[in-house]
């Protein structure tokens, strides 16, 4: 399957639901009132857009419908997909330009930061760059088997200790192998189950004092993973993760599984940390860059358009 149709047969889902629900909503009007917006807004809160970034969007319709003196409901879907489009803004890549670089994956548990490096390795691996693994999550032994796996299966090599060790004791062995093997990039799993979110975050800190006094000069990405099929929680995860940690980019996964798709907008708009990244599978493959324009497309066709 293609690039393009993977990202549509991921979104699947969600299209279904915003997109139907979108036209439902049109389809039933002949001229543009509020009793339209009304109906509109509540779709988009209804879709995991979330009340703020559904208010924001339906204000800005109401703006460009009055300056461009609009009457048609037929017309407000593409003003829907500028809008939506113009909140997610530029897309943003991984910054790696040092050698070697840094990604760190952090995330609650089970929301599939081990599945997406294994990806994200693999990826990064065709494109000719030497990549290792940190596992840093050794707060399960079957935690460092599963990144193993992984790195079996993207052809990459890891930096394990056992079960219980200090993870930021890790992260500077593999810091240390990397910068033996002249590797570009080194990416580190880090566990989400821990016995308190105080904890969590201390091991995190830790981990970040460890990378700053290793590398200071170099490229880290922090990329915090969330499950779409939470919705509304993956956007608190985020603010909480927030608090504590400078976040360069969100992996979002699961899309595949979800008509929740539409949490990627006040995710951006909300707490203005760029998507980089969207799972759409469990295959090693189904990572794809985030790519707005895309998304837009893909939760707005109808079903015959594609
Ligand atoms: N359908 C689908 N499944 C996914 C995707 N990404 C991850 N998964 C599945 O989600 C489950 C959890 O993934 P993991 O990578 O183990 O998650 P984790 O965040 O490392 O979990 P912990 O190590 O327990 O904190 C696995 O069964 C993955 O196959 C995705 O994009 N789509
Ligand atoms: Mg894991």
């Not at 910068?179 to 016995?195: E, F, M, P, S, Y």
């Not at 308190?196 to 201390?202: E, V």
């Amino acid at each position: 399957m293609g690039f393009f149709s993977k990202i549509k047969e991921g979104l699947k889902k969600t299209r279904n639901s915003i997109a139907d629900s979108v036209t439902g909503v049109i389809n039933s009007f002949t001229k543009i009132d509020e009793d339209l917006f009304e109906e509109l807004e509540e779709i988009l809160i209804m879709s995991d857009i979330g009340v703020n970034t559904s208010t924001q969007i339906c204000d800005i319709l109401r703006k460009k419908i009055k300056e461009t003196g609009v009457t048609d409901p037929a017309l407000i879907k593409n003003m829907l997909k500028e809008i939506i489009a113009e909140i997610l803004g530029e897309d943003e890549g991984l910054n790696l330009e040092t050698k070697p670089s840094v990604i760190l994956v952090i995330g609650v548990n089970g929301v599939g930061k081990t599945t997406s490096i294994g990806k994200i390795s693999a990826q990064l691996k065709a494109e000719g760059k030497k990549v290792v693994l940190g596992a840093a999550d050794t707060f399960r032994a079957a935690a460092i088997d599963q990144l193993g796996i992984w790195a079996q299966r993207a052809g990459v090599t890891m930096v394990k200790s056992v079960e219980g060790t200090d993870p930021a004791s890790v992260v500077f062995d593999t810091i240390a192998s990397a910068r033996a093997q002249k590797a570009d990039v080194i990416i580190c799993d880090t566990a989400g189950r821990l016995h308190n979110k105080k904890n969590l975050m201390d091991e995190l800190a830790k981990i970040n004092r460890v990378i700053s006094r290793e590398l200071p000069d170099s490229s880290v990405e922090t990329l915090l993973v969330l499950d779409a099929a939470t919705g509304q929680n993956a956007v608190n995860q985020a603010k909480e993760f927030k608090n504590v940690t400078d976040i360069t980019g969100i992996v979002l996964t699961k899309l595949d599984g979800t008509a929740k798709g539409g949490i990627i907008i006040p995710i951006k708009n909300e707490l203005g940390i760029p998507v980089k990244f969207v799972g759409v599978g469990e295959g090693i493959d189904d990572l794809q860059p985030f790519n707005a324009e895309e998304f837009v497309d893909g939760i707005f066709e109808t079903e015959e358009n594609i």
